[in-house]
């Protein structure tokens, strides 16, 4: 008996909604699985993971907060992926963000007026995506990977953090920890629900995946990169510029992860520090997969992501399971996505079926 | 008739609710060529998947020298003796013939390389075993397929469409290693839509049409006119030969274009001239792989030369050797691809999202926004004047079968009312009926005034069309011929570069 995958004739519309629910599925399973082997208490860790963070307001109030940069830097990415452009260094991208942000306060910590929290997330978003010209040009130039060339991006960026934090922007005041002073008032972003964390920044991620809708489902723009990412050779032969692509996909993920960079420091952190980022920059690689691309799918997962990560914290503290183990949920989940997706298109087809017909 | 060597009874085999194959009797003779004579779609090749083991039938039964037998697999074939060369072959460029064979066929080079050679000598199928295949010629490359199916001693060879890919003066060739073997006590199922052929060798033939077996003659006691009728299932359109009109001005000029490609296995342009006026189609002939894919992209600009180098390539009056294929169908061209899919469009879009690749300038854009309504009524048009087959506008191209993804890649191209229309084999893997429909289409922009060039590997199809033709041979194109004048076999030693240097 043999295995094999066979083309659908048409993509399974029934395959595609159920898609990541079978993921969840299976990837709960051997979860639950590894949660037994480790001696935990898997309906313990269900609980605090999937649905604590939806019991109290003040814990789903977290969610919406995390939700947040995923949303953001996701549509970013989303676009890309969609033509084959591979951004893996939203982390980046995001650090570079929030340090380009952090400059005015640091630079003028005294300085006051209701310019200040706009003026950082514009400076943010152009820093991320300055971060992604780099790629994009050898890319372009050279045809270097941009897979790796963002991924070791992102591994300067953090150092260019650490430089910072250690020398020309720690705070002087600040007993000698790696971390610039705290931001005053106006270079924070304001409150949208009072009482919690969340802020305007939240606003501007969901208004993003609004943009991204229309560009991605509605205008010329993205079509063309539906069309280079879907068949290649299609795209040339339309005359649809593949450096084009390349160029708007990468700038426009460094942008959303620059803008989400720079939401988190002006935001919830409030000082730019080494631990700004708990891998938003990654996470958001699954969200945009786990959303089918799609700019709505990606709002569901974004918010599903976030209630993970929160969740993970609760099964830390409540069901003792260590902060390795969230990540493994988070990698199952995509990794079954992966295999779920291919069904939509593809069928298996069992050898067994040759067999089974009369000859 | 002697007792069978190979019988089918009542094979049926369908794909959800197409039936490929309906309850198709066949009795294969020894010592016979027997023919397979079928339209695009007929379903000749789901046939010889179900004798070759590589699909199961849905029912039906199969004997092999009278005895009932089960085929699950292309190794039981096989060992039964059965033998297939396929259209597109499976072999390594980079390998020697020698090792390509080693792969399938257990024993040392050496010997192998002995029975390569005494296969060669005794049926006509000459080729050197250390040469490496990337070098040869398709028609050599078809005799290490033969050959490498020869080594394991089948009774029964299918050769699927084997002359659609060789040059007039090859076919001949192939027929006498055909009659070699046939001889020699190998039947032989040959597969086709070529009635001349089918003439001159088979000696049985059996014609599908839509699944069934419409016929079970000897095709030399029919004259092709017959065979046509029982193939498509009404008389075959009359050719067209259109009236010779006086041409207008140029519209594609070619002067002297040297091209070296990026791709390592690509063919190098050595001085291309060609010229092209409105109200004429100029064909280009030549086996595939001489340099005609290169041509294409340098005339559709998916390759652009260098700003310097603008002039090589004019079109409408104008140097456009540095421009992308948007700014040349902005200035009137039009394009027809060699592969529909992935290429001419993109297999998981709907028609309506396909229609945008090129037309997208017929007003479906506005402010930078896709206009559905708009794509939608370009598309409609497209598959009610063309005649398209399909469910609707909705449709993913990739669903569409080859002829009618062809005859809508067609019609977008056309409705975009080019003044320089391109189409590279505009009737590859289309029936009968629908290629002589796409031909008039052709002829008749001619007569609107369009300049209009065709490269095709059918000889037949570009003395119906065309007025003139040129010859593609090893990165060489020919001097043009007046097509009313020229005979085949002098097209044909151009496409082997029997001339000499084609000029």
């Known amino acids: 008996m043999t295995l094999r995958l066979v083309r659908r004739e048409k993509a399974s519309t029934r395959m595609a909604v159920l898609a990541p629910l079978l993921a969840l599925l299976a990837a709960m399973v051997l979860n639950l699985l590894l949660f037994l082997a480790m001696g935990k208490d898997p309906a313990a860790v269900f609980h605090a993971m999937l649905l604590e963070p939806f019991s109290s307001w003040a814990g789903f109030s977290e969610v919406l907060l995390k939700m947040g940069p995923l949303l953001l830097i996701a549509q970013g990415l989303a676009i890309g992926f969609r033509a084959k452009v591979f951004n893996i260094g939203a982390e980046g991208q995001f650090i570079l963000g929030a340090i380009f942000a952090s400059a005015i306060p640091v630079y003028f910590p005294q300085a006051t007026g209701a310019w200040i929290w706009p003026a950082m997330l514009v400076l943010g978003a152009l820093g991320g995506a300055l971060w992604a010209v780099v790629p994009a040009f050898w890319r372009v130039r050279l045809n270097a990977n941009e897979i790796l060339v963002t991924l070791m991006m992102s591994l300067i960026a953090i150092q260019v953090l650490n430089y910072l934090l250690l020398g020309p922007w720690k705070d002087p005041m600040g007993f000698n920890f790696p971390q610039s002073v705290m931001f005053q008032y106006d270079a924070m972003i304001p409150i949208l629900l009072p009482g919690t964390r969340v802020n305007v920044s939240l606003l501007i991620a969901l208004f993003s995946a609004l943009l991204a809708w229309a560009y991605m489902q509605r205008s010329f723009g993205g079509y063309q990169f539906l069309v280079g990412g879907l068949a290649p050779k299609a795209a040339t032969y339309a005359g649809f510029s593949e450096a084009r692509a390349i160029w708007l996909s990468l700038l426009i993920g460094g942008f959303a992860a620059g803008l989400a960079g720079a939401a988190e420091v002006a935001g919830p952190i409030g000082q730019l520090q080494r631990s700004i980022s708990t891998g938003y920059g990654y996470a958001a690689i699954i969200v945009a997969y786990l959303g089918g691309l799609h700019p709505v799918g990606i709002v569901a997962s974004s918010l599903f992501m976030a209630a993970l990560y929160i969740g993970g914290d609760n099964a830390m503290v409540s069901a003792d399971l260590p902060v390795a183990a969230v990540r493994v949920f988070q990698g199952t989940l995509l990794v079954c996505y992966l295999a779920a997706v291919t069904f939509v298109r593809f069928r298996l087809d069992f050898g067994a079926s040759v067999e089974g017909g009369r000859v | 008739m002697s007792a069978p060597l190979l019988s089918l009874r009542g094979m049926t ?491």
Request: glycine share 10%.
């Open chain 2, 13 to 503: 085999k369908g794909y959800g609710p197409v039936k490929a194959n309906q309850a198709i009797d066949l009795d294969v003779a020894p010592n016979s060529i027997h023919a397979i004579l079928g339209e695009n779609g007929a379903g000749k090749s789901t046939l010889m998947k179900l004798i070759y083991g590589v699909e199961a039938p849905d029912a039906g039964e199969v004997f092999w020298n009278g005895a009932p037998v089960h085929l699950h697999s292309p190794g039981e074939a096989r060992r039964l003796g059965i033998g297939m060369v396929f259209q597109h072959f499976s072999l390594f460029e980079t390998l020697t013939v020698v090792e390509n064979i080693s792969l399938i066929v257990a024993g040392t080079k050496a010997t192998l390389a002995a029975r390569i050679r005494e296969l060669g000598r005794d049926f006509g199928l000459e080729v050197d075993p250390f040469a490496e295949v990337h070098a040869l010629s398709v028609g050599e490359r078809q005799r290490v397929e033969i050959i490498r199916c020869l080594m394991t001693e089948p009774k029964l060879l299918i050769l699927d469409e084997p002359t659609s890919v060789l040059p007039p003066q090859a076919v001949g060739l192939l027929f006498e290693t055909l009659r070699r073997l046939r001889d020699r006590g190998v039947s032989i199922l040959f597969i086709s839509h070529k009635l001349d052929e089918i003439q001159a060798i088979c000696d049985r033939a059996t014609i599908l049409r839509a699944g069934r077996v419409t016929g079970n003659v000897d095709p030399r006691e029919h004259d092709a006119h017959d065979l046509a009728r029982m193939m498509i299932g009404r008389d075959m359109p009359p050719p067209l030969h259109p009236d010779p009109v006086e041409p207008g001005e140029v519209r594609l000029e070619l002067s002297g274009l040297d091209h070296a490609p990026d791709d390592p296995f690509g063919v190098a342009l050595q001085g291309v001239s060609l010229s092209l006026r409105a109200g004429e189609v100029l064909g280009i002939a030549g086996i595939s792989g001489n340099g005609q894919s290169e041509l294409s992209r340098l005339i559709s600009g998916e390759v652009r030369l260098s700003e310097a180098r603008r002039d090589d390539v004019r079109m409408l009056g104008q140097g456009v050797g540095h421009l992308g294929p948007g700014a040349r169908r902005a200035l009137g061209f039009a394009f027809v691809p060699e592969e529909r899919l992935g290429r001419g469009a993109v297999p998981e879009m709907t028609l309506s999202d396909n229609s945008l690749l090129t037309a997208h300038g017929q007003g479906m854009l506005r402010r930078g926004f896709i206009d559905r309504v708009r794509e939608a009524e370009f598309t409609a048009a497209c598959i009610r004047d063309f005649d398209v087959r399909t469910p609707g506008p909705e449709a993913e191209a990739g669903a569409l079968s080859g002829g009618n993804l062809q005859k809508f890649i067609m019609g977008r191209e056309i409705s975009l009312r080019p003044k320089v229309l391109f189409v590279a084999q505009p009737t590859w893997g289309v029936d009968v009926g629908a290629a002589a429909a796409i031909r008039q289409r052709l002829v008749a922009m001619r007569n609107e005034g369009v300049a209009v060039l065709v490269i095709s590997e059918e000889l037949e199809e570009l003395f119906e069309v065309c007025d003139r033709i040129q010859v593609m041979h090893k990165g060489h194109l020919s001097a043009s011929l007046d097509a009313r004048t020229t005979r085949a076999e002098e097209i044909g030693r151009l496409m082997i570069g029997a001339d000499g240097v084609a000029a």
